[in-house]
């Protein structure tokens, strides 16, 4: 019987991986595969600062203040937007005192009001309208001011036809470089929507920025098929970049929009805000707002 006192001609694991590792460095792998096994997330993962919350529109449009509360706490979601008309209330008719009470109910809760969402918009050629517009949002950045919120959301939403593109989105940056002044004041943010027909498209949006100039006026991102318009995701997202406040978000699973790309480039900008579920109502919305969380961790290699 032959016994053992020759080595096995097997190979055992260690002799695998030594093995496997230089060819891989023959390749010019070896470096690069050892490093992946070290730090399977990289660095992305736990630099990311972004925050997770939710638009009432069109999800939440029947919670009360509460409802909401209580639902974004149990699904991690740490913050809301309260879109004007929503069944929460919170309007300009509110008194003091229930201005204090709401402010109350958030700051004793785990969920940051972190914004209005207002419907107000400065395209319009009526100047009587467009001047009746700003000063009806002043009395709303007083209202998000007595509430707690940090910010107010506006938008524009077309561009008139009977009015040059130019003097339309001049009219718009002058209106929020009037209403950044006054939110100043107040410690409140204009966050302007990227929103609307052609008004959505971020060269023009751009523009609007010029013009409104202003370190209290910012873009809400809102994550639209036209951001990927002309030459592309990356050049629009530069255009703007320095400048976003906030973000809404669609659905996660739609995959006609680069939403990983969104939150990389995002993190990649050192953006801390937060970026918000603009959703569709559900009959079990805890449920699918905790699916929609954990897309939002895993797309940035967070779970």
Known sequence: MQTDSTPSSKPNRRDFIRTAGLGLGALG????????????????ARASKLRLGLVTYNLAKDWDIPAIIRNCADAKFEGVELRTTHAHGVEVTLSEAQREEVKRKFRDSNVALMGLGSAFDYHTPDQAKLRKDIEATKEYLVLAHDVGAPGVKVRPNALPKEAPKEKTLEQIGKALLELGEFGEGHGVQIRLEVHGTETSLLPNIKTIMDVAHH???????????????????DANFNLVKD?????????????????????????DTGFTGFCLAEIPESADPVRVMKYFRALFLAYQNLL
């Open 243 to 267: 400048k976003i406040f906030t973000v809404h978000m669609r659905d996660l699973y739609l995959d006609e929009y680069p939403f990983r790309k969104l939150l990389m480039r995002l993190n």
């Open 215 to 233: 370190r209290n006026v910012g873009v809400c991102w809102n994550s639209n098929q036209t951001d990927l318009a002309g030459d592309g995701f």
């Open 29 to 44: 792998l070896g470096n690069r595969a050892a490093f992946a096994v070290e730090q399977p997330a990289a660095s992305f």
